[in-house]
Nanobody, 128 residues
Framework: QLQLVESGGGLVQPGGSLRLSCAAS????????IGWFRQAPGKEREGISC????????YYAYSVKGRFTISRDNAKNTVYLQMNSLKPEDTAVYYC?????????????????????WGQGTLVTVSS
């Protein structure tokens, strides 16, 4: 069974950092592009970062560029999202999602419909 599990969320003060993990089971991430999304209460799900599997290219939404870093460790079958300089507006449930691309590249894809499998989400709250 293909499964993605996010972890690492929690409560952090403004300016703080968190590292989210997205662990895959039932399939090997090295054939999949991974995207990170977030959804704040009353708002639509927003794509914030993605990483290609074929070339390791990374992409960021303007709202997080320069503060967040996506990376992958195929040996651990895990993708990470390092979040620094967190702001109250970063408060949301964070999701990872995958799309099988094989050897093809992956560009900045922000639509949830472009991804096939989703984790259950992890809550990040930025508050003093």
């Amino acid at each position: 069974q293909l499964q993605l599990v996010e972890s690492g969320g929690g409560l952090v003060q403004p300016g703080g950092s968190l590292r989210l993990s997205c662990a895959a089971s039932g399939f090997s991430l090295d054939r999949y592009a991974i995207g990170w999304f977030r959804q704040a209460p009353g708002k639509e799900r927003e794509g914030i970062s993605c990483i290609s599997n074929s070339d390791g290219n990374t992409y960021y939404a303007y709202s997080v560029k320069g503060r967040f870093t996506i990376s992958r460790d195929n040996a651990k079958n895990t993708v990470y999202l390092q979040m620094n300089s967190l702001k109250p507006e970063d408060t949301a449930v964070y999701y990872c999602a995958s799309r099988e691309t094989g050897s093809m590249g992956w560009g900045p894809r922000w639509s949830p419909a472009q991804y096939d499998y989703w984790g259950q989400g992890t809550l990040v709250t930025v508050s003093s």
